[in-house]
């Protein structure tokens, strides 16, 4: 027995052990002996283990990687489920040699290792209890999270270095661990960060990892529609006012006001109303954050990286984003990278200009590549005049010799089914037109005019395809009134005539305009719409051409024809009237005029059921 001085002044004694050393206790297991074994297992399991016995039995495990072979998964299990990365910095650099050594040794554990190791990119679950019922959701309070992150990188790295089959081996790990949208913000938050982050050090997974994001992107956003979006914060806003409102009325206090009407609005601000938008919010600001980092070292572009990353990032767009319909958010990877650089866009806007020529893609991909360049050239600040200007000769021109093959051809009628790269192309030329006019025109109007006329718009309006008829609604009466202005093309006479047709988009039976459908393809789609998430718009704002609602003084300037030649009483038919775009009727009439002041992006396109009648 120790005396007290004898006690304080002994060093401390070592934790308990049962059954000797783990080789000794391995070789009894191996001939059948399995009670050390399991008082062994029951140790490691213990979840009140100290973190020096801990370190004591990591130590001695580095040491017998070779008998940790397939018969004893069970033991290497238990290992992979200790809680190390709460433990000291003396436990966490032990077990991290423990890893390396155990896959260099037994590659068998490789999967089981680096699923541990995913299952830590998402922060650890706790139970909150609310209203008797008990919630599991993210602890968003552990304040060593971001150190976590970084130790499990490291594991990543050291596995990685010591097996080169790594990559191949952990990409459907990172797949099956992809949390469900339904999660917290903050667990998809972590995961995505994670999977970017391996990325950096895994760049042959790069490729696969940006797909895995933006696909499941992809899917948030799709199920997010924007009208949803917007009448989400329409209910949040009014809420909030009313609650504001009811509050005002109880406390007439003034600091009683100033802090209840600050509680009401500021939580909110950066929050989006609808979960799914922000979710797709807090993802795509991430996701934005990296692509910036990636091609900008010490503050400047780095042009090789950001050469790479746009390679991935188009063969992302090609897989992912092209082929699908009524996305809105997830495809402005492609407008923020191409902001970077002139030539990013110009080989964008050549990549999708191969894709809409070539006759043996897909008509529906042909179609969105035309969307596309018309709303990037529409849409992008950084992109100068003199490149839409090159866009529209290459446009104009292909639609010309389009015309010129179809025009005396049996197939020389209206019908979307049969010449669908056609109308998304014209649609793309008028709406960049509606954008960019006044640029086209600004500094020598003689000169400005002189290159639209060279466009020969009306060859295209007068042919036998007809595409006012096809192209929206919202586009074809602000392009009519642009064009009008300018003396380029009247095309009132065809809009007049159409309106007194059904619209044909399936061809009949014998290839007449006798369908009564009116399931346009080309209606509502232009990709870069205006952004709505919260958060990450600041990133696009500051390089995106808002459409501008015309004012008292450009409404009168539509009016006013630059030549003489128009009548009055053909003025006074053009300014009587209003188009309805979003109701069960849609008119195109040639005295339509309120709808030429609206954005060709707000309230476009006609309704899936609708009828187009006679006027009477």
Same mark, same amino acid.
């Given at each position: 027995?120790?005396g007290?001085?004898?006690?304080? &002044? ?8 049962f ?17 050390? #074994? ?25 040491? @017998? !990687? ?5 018969e004893?998964g ?8 200790l ?9 966490? /650099? ?5 890893l390396?050594?155990l896959? @260099?040794?037994q ?7 680096l699923?541990?190791?995913v299952?830590? #990119? ?9 209203d ?24 990543? $790295?050291?596995?990685?270095r010591?097996v ?10 990172? !797949?099956e ?5 339904n999660?917290s /913000?903050?667990?998809l ?32 956003? !799709?199920?997010?529609? $924007? ?5 989400a ?5 009014? +809420? ?12 007439d ?8 009407? +600050? ?21 795509m600001?991430i ?5 910036r ?10 042009? &090789?990286n950001?050469?790479? %990353?746009?390679?991935? %990032? ?17 495809q402005?990877?492609?407008?923020y990278?191409?902001s ?12 999708l ?14 179609? *969105?590549?035309? +969307?596309y360049i ?15 200007k ?8 292909? %639609? ?15 019908d ?16 960049t ?16 005019? +002189?290159?639209? $006329? ?10 036998q ?13 602000l392009?009519?009134a642009? *064009?009008r ?15 007194? $047709?059904?619209i ?9 305009? %006798? ?9 509502? #789609? ?8 919260k ?30 030649g ?7 038919? #053009? ?16 005295? &339509?005029?309120? @709808?030429?002041?609206r ?7 006609s309704?899936?059921?609708?009828? !187009?009648?006679?006027?009477?």
């Amino acid at each position: 027995m120790l005396g007290a001085d004898e006690f304080i &002044s002994s060093p401390p004694r070592k934790t308990v052990r049962f059954g000797g050393t783990l080789t000794e206790i391995l070789l009894k297991y191996e001939k059948g002996d399995t009670t050390d #074994f399991e008082l062994l297992k029951h140790q490691l399991s213990d979840p009140d283990i100290k973190d020096a016995q801990l370190i004591n039995w990591l130590h001695e495990f580095r040491a @017998s !990687v070779a008998y940790l072979t397939k018969e004893l998964g069970q033991l290497v299990n238990i290992l992979l489920k200790l809680p190390w990365l709460r433990r000291s910095r003396e436990v966490v /650099e032990e077990y991290l040699g423990f890893l390396g050594n155990l896959v @260099s040794a037994q590659t068998v554990h490789l999967r089981p290792c680096l699923r541990m190791i995913v299952a830590q #990119f998402v922060p650890p679950r706790i139970t909150i209890r609310e209203d008797d019922v008990d919630i599991s959701d993210s602890d968003d309070d552990d304040e060593n999270i971001s150190a976590n992150f970084d130790t499990c990188h490291r594991a990543l $790295q050291t596995v990685a270095r010591y097996v080169p089959s790594t990559p191949q081996f952990l990409m459907p790990i990172l !797949v099956e661990f992809f949390p469900f949208i339904n999660k917290s /913000e903050r667990t998809l938050e972590c995961y995505v960060h994670n999977l970017l982050r391996v990325t950096v050090y895994l760049p042959t997974l790069r490729l696969q990892i940006l797909e895995l994001i933006i696909e499941k992107l992809l899917k948030l956003d !799709v199920s997010t529609p $924007q009208q949803d979006i917007e009448d989400a914060e329409e209910t949040a806003n009014n +809420s909030a006012s009313e609650e504001k409102s009811t509050e005002e009325g109880l406390f007439d206090m003034e600091e009683d006001e100033d802090r209840k009407g +600050s509680k009401a609005v500021s939580p909110n601000i950066e929050r989006m109303a609808h979960p799914l938008a922000e979710r797709l919010d807090i993802l795509m600001t991430i996701l934005f954050s990296y692509i910036r980092d990636v091609c900008h070292v010490d503050g400047k572009l780095d042009i &090789s990286n950001t050469k790479d %990353l746009y390679r991935d %990032l188009v063969s992302v767009f090609d897989k992912l984003i092209l082929p699908t319909h009524a996305s809105c958010h997830v495809q402005y990877f492609m407008f923020y990278i191409c902001s970077f650089k002139l030539g990013l866009a110009e080989a964008f806007l050549d990549h999708l200009w191969k894709k809409l020529q070539d006759p043996n893609n897909p008509s529906v991909i042909r179609q *969105t590549a035309g +969307s596309y360049i018309g709303s990037f050239l529409a849409r992008a600040k950084f992109i100068p005049v003199v490149t839409v200007k090159a866009c529209l000769d290459l446009l104009v021109n292909w %639609l010309h010799k389009y015309i010129d093959n179809q025009d005396k051809g049996a197939n020389a009628y209206c019908d979307v089914a049969l010449h669908g790269p056609f109308y998304s192309t014209c649609q793309a030329v008028f709406y960049t037109l509606i954008f960019r006019h006044k640029q086209l025109l600004d500094g020598n109007l003689r000169k400005g005019l +002189s290159y639209l $006329q060279s466009l020969n718009f009306e060859r295209i309006v007068m042919c036998q395809l007809n595409p006012l008829k096809i192209c929206i609604p919202s586009v074809v009466n602000l392009f009519a009134a642009i *064009t009008r202005k300018y003396q380029l093309v009247f095309c009132y006479t065809i809009i007049e005539r159409n309106n007194r $047709q059904f619209i044909p988009v399936v061809r009949s039976g014998t290839g007449g305009d %006798l369908v009564q459908t009116c399931t346009n393809p080309l209606d509502s #789609f232009f990709p870069f719409d205006p952004y709505i998430l919260k958060r990450s718009k600041k990133t696009i704002d500051p390089m995106y051409q808002f459409w501008e609602e015309l004012s008292a003084e450009d409404l009168e300037d539509l009016k006013k024809p630059i030549k003489k030649g128009t009548s009055e009483d053909e003025d006074d038919d #053009f300014l009587k009237g209003e188009t309805p775009q979003n109701d069960g009727v849609v008119e195109i009439a040639p005295n &339509s005029y309120e @709808s030429n002041t609206r954005s060709p992006v707000s309230s476009i396109g006609s309704p899936a059921d609708c009828y !187009v009648p006679y006027p009477l």
